[in-house]
């Protein structure tokens, strides 16, 4: 019998709401007809090894996002099909036990991207534990268009496997626990904030991690060092013009993967947040170098292409602890004081 924790049973297909799912399970049927019903799955689970089945599913389903954690306490066989107009990853838990997918032994740092058309076949041994994680295709075309990343098909083929940087899975599976349990409290999927966090924070986090990845061949180091150098040399030759990582991608000749690779081991950060820093810093040595109290942010702002003051101002603090007015205040005070500006 199925041991309801909480959540209500609603097909999210026919739900104008969004809900949530704890729920354990002593019966292999209850929890295949729940995956069914809840996930749109088209499964069918097969008990391999002897002894009482033990099962327990969280799932959380909002707007073209469904995020879910599946525990199974013995050896299951799984054989269907993911949920139609939806791109599917399974992210194992840490410490999950090997995984067979087609007769392909999986372990914990692979990342798996379900069929889109045709059925799978799979063996998860006892102890299993894993995010099955699902986004729409409209959905994700929206997402790697906001964060300037190659088509989410073209990321992640479906179907296909992925070895990721271990780093980057830890990060996932911290963020889907956290995600899981913020879930349950009262009003919160409800929250502006948390909409934001499954719906685009996740499927950004995940892309990314699969862009960057571990290329079969890394580009070589003469290739990273153009490509950083001709980078550089372009984004200070901009002016301060926002630039965007296709841009940079056609006038340095090189692959998004190849850009990324070489920006994250060079400066530890992206192709798109490194030209924003550029500007970021521009706007402070301007302040600081030649504001007054007459000066008005938004102007110096401006000239570094920033137009929403707002986000510039919360990145501005970000990465420098003090608002840009506050920055301003300083140079006025010297200003006032007759002295220069400080060098300490």
Known sequence: MAQPLTGNDRTPGAAAQPFVLSRRFDELDHLTDTVNRLGAWELELIQLDKGRFSGELQQIVLGPVSIGRLRLGRSIHQRGAAPQGFLTFGIPAYNSPEFLMGGQPLNGSMLTVFPQADEFDAVAKGGFDAFPVSFSLEHLARVTHRLELPDATELAPSPSIHTVFESALAGMRHYLGRLLRKGREPGRIGTKGFRHAIE??????ILTALAIGRPAKPPTLRMRDHAVQRSMEFIRASDGRP??????????????????????????????????????????????????????????????????????????????????????TGVSAREVSGRGPSIT
């Open 243 to 328: 630039i965007t990582v296709r841009e940079l991608c056609r006038e340095v000749r090189v692959s998004w993967r190849t850009l990324e690779y070489a920006f994250r081991e060079r400066f530890d950060m992206t192709p798109k947040a490194y030209p924003k820093s550029v500007r970021l810093n521009g706007v402070r040595r301007d302040l600081r170098n030649f504001g007054s109290k007459d000066t008005k942010v938004a102007e110096v702002a401006g000239r570094w292409g920033f137009w929403h003051i707002g986000q510039m101002a919360a990145d501005y603090r970000q990465m420098f602890r003090e608002l840009p007015s506050e920055t301003l």
């Open 200 to 205: 685009f924070e996740l499927p950004g986090r």
